[in-house]
């Protein structure tokens, strides 16, 4: 059988750590940047895990 193809599309904007959880990039930092406070801009560049839900199916595209 076949081996399993990686979704290009995941791998590009998800990364797995360690223990096992799903980082992703918060949404909200491509532009109107001037028009947001900095406090909220430094925030929104931390990467977030994925809920459980999400991660189970991210996790899949990624084959892992």
Do not use: Y
């Not at 995941?10 to 947001?36: C, D, P, W, Y």
């Amino acid at each position: 059988m076949p081996k399993q193809k990686t979704h290009s599309g995941a791998k590009k904007r998800f990364k797995i750590t360690g223990s096992g959880k799903v980082m992703k990039q918060q949404a909200g930092m491509r532009h109107n940047l001037e028009s947001k406070s900095s406090v909220r801009t430094r925030r929104l560049n931390q990467e977030a895990t994925l809920s459980n839900a999400d991660a189970k199916n991210i996790k899949k595209l990624l084959g892992k």
